[in-house]
């Protein structure tokens, strides 16, 4: 019962770099999402998909590239790293329908540190 | 635009205590979700309970309750009988039907004392 994986748990970045957060979910759900957690502010929501092929931009999406070939699958790209990236990445999945309680399922997160 | 206010950064309690949590939000939308997120220290996301705008009625889940005032837009959550793992950041979040856009709050870190 595997529910949204993120890989890797812990990253450690130089400036300039760039690499992808995965996140994975076998639940068959429609919605998935990028947020960033930061002291103080909460989780900001980066970019979201509503199904493969469609993506959008939350509120903080600079810096930050995502696509949905399948519905399991939601990377998210830094082309190239900041410091003001320095964060703990979550991913989140749901079904968007009234069954399903319109309930995200969160991953265990991902540290970045970007020196 | 929505927008979510925890107005307690952090809060304490004695152990069997109850405690609540504030939270505050702004929207023009009749339709919605509420929700308590916790997060304790292994900084994984646990929803504790949720809230249907068009249900009068309060949630409930065990230990855990909401006061939630439709017109003052107002969402508290109240902690009954407070135990040690009840120690964790607590968060408030807002979404539109079939949105699955969570806006949180800031969070309100708790701390539960023996």
């Known amino acids: 019962n595997a529910g949204v994986t993120q890989t890797p748990k812990f990253q450690v970045l130089k400036t300039g770099q760039s690499m992808t957060l995965q996140c994975a979910q076998d639940?068959?759900?429609?919605?998935m999402s990028w947020y960033r957690q930061d002291p103080g502010m909460g989780l900001r929501l980066i970019h979201y998909?509503?199904?493969?092929?469609?993506?959008d931009q939350g509120e903080v999406p600079n810096g930050y590239n995502v696509s949905r070939s399948t519905t399991e699958d939601f990377p998210l790209r830094l082309l190239s790293a900041a410091p003001s990236q320095t964060s703990v990445y979550f991913c989140?999945?749901?079904?968007?329908?009234?069954?399903?309680?319109?309930?995200?399922?969160f991953g265990a997160g991902t540290r970045l540190s970007v020196l | 635009a929505q927008t979510v206010t925890q107005s307690q950064p952090e809060m304490s309690v004695q152990e069997a205590e109850t405690v609540t949590l504030s939270c505050t939000y702004d929207?023009?939308?009749?339709?919605?979700?509420l929700f308590w997120y916790k997060q304790p220290p292994s900084r994984q996301m646990i929803l504790v309970i949720r809230?249907?705008?068009?249900?009068?009625q309060n949630a409930t889940e065990n230990r855990f309750s909401v006061n939630f005032q439709k017109a003052a837009k107002s969402f508290s959550l109240k902690i009954s009988d407070s135990q040690l793992g009840d120690t964790a950041m607590y968060f408030c979040?807002?979404?539109?039907?079939?949105?699955?856009?969570?806006?949180f709050g800031q969070g309100t870190e708790l701390s539960v004392k023996p």
């Open positions: 989140a999945s749901g079904k968007t329908d009234i069954l399903a309680k319109n309930i995200q399922y």
């Open positions: 639940m068959n759900h429609e919605y």
């Open positions: 998909s509503v199904g493969a092929g469609i993506t």
């Open positions: 929207t023009s939308e009749n339709n919605y979700y």
């Open positions: 809230q249907e705008a068009y249900k009068q």
């Open positions: 979040a807002f979404m539109k039907p079939w949105g699955g856009k969570l806006i």
